[in-house]
């Protein structure tokens, strides 16, 4: 009996040796690697299969495809860490109230994955991306008539946005793809 369990305790120390040594990175996403001693590394890990220390360095996936920033009714806002936003209301030059529904495309810039984790975290959504959408669309929304942007000007709207976002995003490592604005329609306030 004494020696079977033995055994199987060293199954499970050799198993927690061998899966804390390989990090396996998918294709689309890199991992980024937080060293007990060093800290967060520069190096970031490519897709493949790659060692790092185990117990000593922990392994963190990224994701570098694009990402889509739906801003819907579908939205959950409970989830605080998913990609994307309730319905974000605004007002327009001409003083109405308007509710905007969209997508955003965003993506990660590979090399700058580690300043990413190490100075905002895992929560990047929360703490950078939501806000500064919600703020940006608000402010060019308040340049326009919902006339213009409802129809005439949507594609100017679109481009605004996406130059005020990259403005903001890009020193953050966060590139913006596109703006691409689904529905605009009054607000029911």
Same mark, same amino acid.
């Given at each position: 009996?004494?020696?079977?369990?033995?055994k199987?305790?060293y199954?499970?120390?050799?198993?927690?040796?061998?899966?804390?040594?390989?990090?396996?990175?998918?294709p689309?996403?890199?991992?980024?690697?937080y060293?007990?001693?060093?800290?967060?590394?520069?190096?970031?890990?490519?897709?493949?299969?790659?060692?790092?220390?185990?117990?000593?360095?922990?392994a963190?996936?990224?994701?570098?495809?694009?990402?889509?920033?739906?801003?819907?009714?579908?939205f959950?806002? %409970?989830?605080? *860490?998913?990609?994307?936003?309730?319905? /974000?209301?605004?007002?327009s =030059?001409?003083?109405?109230? @308007?509710?905007?529904?969209?997508?955003?495309l965003?993506?990660?810039?590979?090399?700058?994955?580690?300043?990413?984790?190490?100075?905002?975290?895992?929560d990047?959504?929360?703490?950078i991306?939501?806000?500064?959408i919600?703020?940006?669309?608000?402010?060019?929304?308040?340049?326009?008539?919902?006339?213009?942007?409802?129809?005439?000007?949507?594609?100017?709207?679109?481009i605004?946005?996406?130059? %005020?976002?990259? *403005?903001i995003f890009?020193?953050?490592? /966060?590139?913006v793809?596109n =703006?691409?604005?689904?529905? @605009?329609?009054?607000?029911r306030e």
């Open positions: 009996m004494a020696d079977s369990l033995d199987l305790m199954t499970f120390v050799m198993e927690d040796v061998i899966k804390g040594l390989f990090i396996y990175v998918p689309g996403y890199v991992a980024c690697v060293d007990l001693g060093r800290g967060v590394l520069r190096k970031v890990l490519t897709p493949g299969l790659h060692l790092k220390i185990p117990f000593w360095q922990k963190k996936l990224f994701n570098t495809q694009t990402l889509e920033y739906s801003i819907s009714r579908q959950n806002p %409970e989830n605080v *860490r998913g990609l994307g936003d309730q319905p /974000i209301s605004a007002q =030059v001409d003083g109405r109230r @308007i509710v905007i529904e969209g997508t955003i965003l993506r990660l810039d590979m090399n700058q994955i580690p300043t990413i984790w190490q100075n905002i975290g895992e990047f959504v929360a703490k991306v939501r806000p500064t919600q703020s940006r669309l608000r402010m060019i929304a308040s340049r326009y008539s919902q006339a213009d942007i409802s129809s005439s000007r949507r594609d100017a709207v679109e605004e946005t996406k130059n %005020e976002l990259e *403005r890009f020193p953050r490592g /966060i590139f793809e =703006v691409l604005l689904s529905e @605009i329609s009054s607000s």
